[in-house]
């Protein structure tokens, strides 16, 4: 239970979502990018999260610090011609943006 108490919550899922959707807004070239109203695609990404403890090294101290960076994210449904298909399921066939 005590684990329970000293765990903390220090992002929510709407933060890291509007992350996300800013950097897929403002980094991205438009280029490829579905027309609004019209189009849309599936969006993914992965985000670094790094906490820095405050003074006195405890987690709970109010002085820590959370940082969340977008390392990497891709978009698109296409799809992988049969003859490249595995049956391993090597090949992923994704526009990605780093």
Do not use: F
């Amino acid at each position: 239970m005590e684990a329970r108490a000293s765990a903390q919550i220090m992002w929510t899922a709407d933060e890291i979502a509007h992350l996300c959707y800013t950097h897929y807004s403002t980094r991205l070239p438009k280029q490829g990018k579905p027309e609004p109203d019209r189009e849309w695609t599936l969006l993914a990404a992965v985000v670094k999260v790094n906490s820095t403890a405050g003074g006195s090294g405890d987690p709970r101290d109010k002085s820590s610090q959370v940082t969340k960076e977008v390392v990497s994210m891709g978009t698109g449904t296409k799809c992988i011609g049969l003859s490249k298909m595995r049956k391993s399921g090597q090949w992923a066939h994704q526009r990605q943006w780093a």
